[in-house]
């Protein structure tokens, strides 16, 4: 069965206006897989200078647009997300029970949401690359967790990734059935299953979208990819449910940084993306520690902060990135708290 977005979704639309659908729609999802950002050049000082007004407002705010993206580094977290799930994938090629998953867990803005979808992005254009003229395929499928989940409303996430025309006074056997149905004939190898932590087995309706995620992952025969914030605090990996989920998966945990050789790396990947006229190099690897202070090694709240200030920096002319600068920008919420529990 072809879905109504996927007839649509693979003419992608050149001008990025896919930006503002979300990636739990299979449109949304498209978009995400070919966007390829444009990094805008740094124009020579002389062209700079004689830019007419107009040309200059837009040159700017392609420079802000670059900004508040940079770009994603990769770190260790992605690559063992991505080695892990690639393997599992070809672990699970042949198997016909007892298919394994993969978890990734962590504190808040820790990178968990980046390292899941560069994973399906991935798997996709390998997919794409492999299968050239299979082009109704769906290789992988990304969901939320919404709070206070129940088991249809779960099914009903599977649904409205694939556009089904499912209403919500369905029942959830049909819903389920049409989404399996659509899984098979589509080619799904993963899916993306993020924010968890909206799921709490000890509560009754948790353990029973526990189980409704343990039978999608039965009846379609892809890898399952969880992610959210200390999984293990859900009470998904306890219990005789848990016993069975922990023994099949592996786990990537994400965490804060520490001060050290992947933190100046990280550090020195953002400044080299900076596209601005009067910033000097290594002036932010040079402030690994301050900026360390600053976001508890968070990656969430270090892009927060050079974001904030690559914009700044573009709005008031001052074209560059200083201590003084950084310090102006205020820290976003989670760098404010104390340093957060370990997983
Ligand atoms: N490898 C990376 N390179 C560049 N930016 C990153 C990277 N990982 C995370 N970020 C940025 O850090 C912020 C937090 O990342 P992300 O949303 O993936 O974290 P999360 O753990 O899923 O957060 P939450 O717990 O809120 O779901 C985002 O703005 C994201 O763009
Ligand atoms: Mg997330």
Known sequence: MVTR????ALAVDPDGEHEHLQLTTLAGWHGFVAEVPAVPDLLPEATWAALENDKRARYDDDRIDHHSRLLVVQTPAIRQVINSGRRL???NKN???GRCGLMVSGPARTGKTTALTQLGK???VIHRRRYPRSTGDIPVIYITVPPAATPKMIAMEFARFFDLPVSRRGNITDIADAVCGVSLDAHVTLVAVDELHNLNTTT???AEVSDTLKYFSKRIPATFVYAGISLERTGLLSGTRGEQIAGRFSMVRTGPFGQDQQWAALIAALEASLRLHRHQPETLTKLGRYLHQR???MIGSLLWLI???AINAVLDGTEKITRKSLDAVEAD???QSPLPPAT
């Open 122 to 124: 991935t798997i996709e």
């Open 307 to 309: 974001r904030g200030a």
């Open 204 to 206: 009754r309706a948790g």
């Open 89 to 91: 994938i070809q672990m």
């Open 295 to 297: 976001t508890h090694g």
């Open 95 to 97: 198997a016909h029970y």
């Open 5 to 8: 977005a996927a007839r649509t």
């Open 333 to 335: 919420i989670t760098s």
